[in-house]
């Protein structure tokens, strides 16, 4: 039996994503408004992250150092996304991967050191500098965050004066262990592997509203519109 793209998203949403109870990226008052933090020396205006989706991703990531601390093996490290709803439809915006180890070898990331505590990486939605919340504030509120920042607040929101949401922003993570099936049947994905087939299926289904400038055409709008990428219903398993 061939599956479309849209199959297999759906697939993979339906057995990993409770959007059903969906988790919140930003702090939020009713209106959509996303609370602030001064953070750092200089108290910088940064934008709040979720109570429940850092409880959420520091539970996340604890797994993940546990697994290294024990040296069992289990776990390759986070996958999570930023989505969207359009009723009970999950929209990808954002999808990425915090590996267990880091760059140089096999020792822990540190993304990921002292998950429990660190606020400025937070397996990468820290509050720092070249993390997600730290630039995306600096794109928001100073103007001098790095350049695909300024996509995400064109995306994400109404107004910066206030933080105002378009929509309900969501985040999900889940720790990625060993042998895992992807999204396509009957294989078991490395987390980096997972990462770009998950980005692949996105920007087919969601070329106008995936932020990722990573594993997509340079040229996103212009491929998309080449390809004919509109949730295509003839694309099927056996075309990959």
Same mark, same amino acid.
């Given at each position: ?14 057995? /990993? ?22 953070? +750092? ?8 992250? +979720? ?21 069992? @093996? ?21 999808? +990425?991967?915090?590996?267990? /180890? @880091? ?15 660190n606020d400025g990486k937070l397996a990468? #939605? @820290? ?6 919340? +730290?630039?995306?504030? $600096?794109?928001? !509120? ?9 996509? #995400? ?18 985040? #999900? ?29 996105? !920007? ?24 004919? #990428? ?7 398993? $056996?075309? /990959?």
């Amino acid at each position: 039996m061939t599956e479309t793209k849209r199959a297999l998203w759906d697939r993979f949403v339906d057995r /990993f994503v409770d959007a059903a109870d969906p988790i919140s990226l930003f702090e939020t008052t009713a209106d959509g408004t996303v609370d602030t933090v001064a953070y +750092g020396r200089s108290g910088r205006r940064t934008l709040r992250r +979720g109570e429940r989706m850092e409880r959420r991703l520091r539970e996340a990531g604890g797994r993940v150092v546990a697994d290294y601390d024990r040296r069992e @093996g289990r776990y390759e490290g986070l996958v999570y996304m930023m989505y969207t709803l359009d009723g009970d439809e999950v929209v990808p915006r954002y999808l +990425g991967k915090c590996g267990k /180890f @880091g760059a140089s070898g096999t020792d822990l990331n540190s993304n990921l050191k002292n998950v429990d505590t660190n606020d400025g990486k937070l397996a990468r #939605w @820290g509050y720092g500098n070249y993390y997600h919340f +730290g630039d995306l504030s $600096s794109a928001a !509120f100073r103007d001098d965050g790095p350049g695909k920042y300024d996509r #995400w607040v064109a995306a994400l929101f109404a107004s910066t004066d206030p933080p105002r949401l378009r929509e309900p922003v969501y985040f #999900w993570v889940e720790p990625w262990a060993v042998g895992t099936e992807g999204p396509y049947p009957d294989t078991r994905p490395y987390l980096e592997e997972l990462e770009y087939q998950l980005i692949g299926i996105a !920007f087919e289904l969601y070329p106008e509203r995936l932020l990722n400038t990573e594993g997509v055409p340079t040229n996103p709008a212009a491929y998309a519109e080449m390809r004919g #990428w509109t949730d295509r219903e003839d694309t099927r398993l $056996s075309d /990959f």
